[in-house]
């Protein structure tokens, strides 16, 4: 009877291993495959984070409501996402639409700036809290470059010479105009501007305020973050922020918008680590 060829497979061999390797060693590569769970959380933890980053910088970053210019659509304290994905798409803002921009011109130099401590500033950074440091406004925008707007008496605001329903968003007690100067106006809109108001007519300091300063109250279409969607928190006033219907009328378009919530970051996360685990246990039970 002849050897057993060097190199060749035993009976006792299974596929892929190679012979005479020691069983101890074969289950000692298994193990160290098969790594716990709780090591894999530092990945999923980092992943998260990246993913987070993302979607605060290119989709969805939140806000914090800090006035009553907004009631009763948003009242102070509200937590707000605002969609930043359309505008890299060069959507611009649409009458109608609820916007977060930056201060065009000193709007707030009078407003004392939070002072958040350091976890606020990195939660703050990523996205998992709202912007707390950041000298941002938000208002309704009601004309859009090229629009004639007007207010005469106690009402209604007129775009383009259509008269606006704002009943629906407009404070109860509160008259579309107020019968002080600043409520009392008649602008053309310039190409790359907004004409915003808040919804708190005579308690909100917005465009009608600022006429007599540098860019005579219109908000630069490039200042604008985004538009606000959800009242994401508290969770008694979660909420949709729609254009409202007066807004739909012939000649005067209406936009929708859609955004992914900062959740989603670890909604994308947890996958990719475990399908990684998973194929980490794959090859462990080949082995």
């Known amino acids: 009877m002849g050897d057993v060829a060097v190199g060749a497979r035993s009976e006792q061999d299974g596929p892929g291993e190679r012979p005479g390797e020691p069983v101890e060693k074969k289950e000692s590569k298994a193990k ?38 907004m009631q009763n659509t948003l009242q102070e304290g509200d937590r707000v996402l605002v969609d930043k994905l359309t505008p890299w798409f060069g959507a611009e803002p649409e009458r109608g639409e609820v916007v977060v921009f930056h201060d065009p011109g000193e709007w707030l130099k009078y407003e004392p700036t939070p002072q958040p401590n350091a976890v606020q500033n990195v939660l703050s950074w990523i996205g998992l809290m709202p912007s707390a440091n950041e000298k941002d406004l938000i208002k309704r925008v009601i004309g859009v470059g090229g629009d004639t707007v007007e207010c005469k008496g106690s009402g209604p605001v007129k775009v383009n010479g259509k008269p606006l329903d704002e009943q629906s968003y407009v404070f109860a007690g509160n008259t579309p105009c107020s019968t002080v100067p600043e409520g009392q106006f ?66 005067i378009d209406k936009a929708a918008a859609a955004a992914v919530p900062t959740a989603a970051a670890f909604a994308g996360a947890v996958p990719l680590v475990l399908l990684r685990r998973r194929r980490l246990l794959r090859t462990g039970a080949r082995a």
């Open 32 to 69: 160290k495959q098969q790594r716990p769970f709780w090591k894999e959380l530092p990945l999923l933890i980092g992943v998260a984070l990246v993913l987070a980053l993302l979607i605060k910088t290119f989709l969805v970053q939140a806000f914090s409501i800090p006035s009553d210019s």
């Open 186 to 251: 008649k602008v053309t809109v310039p190409k790359g501007k907004l004409w915003v108001m808040g919804d708190h007519r005579q308690n909100s300091a917005d465009s009608r305020y600022h006429r007599n300063e540098p860019g005579n109250g219109f908000v630069p279409v490039e200042n604008v973050v985004g538009r606000a969607i959800v009242v994401a928190w508290p969770i008694d006033r979660w909420s949709t922020l729609p254009v409202p219907d007066t807004f739909d009328q012939k000649g």
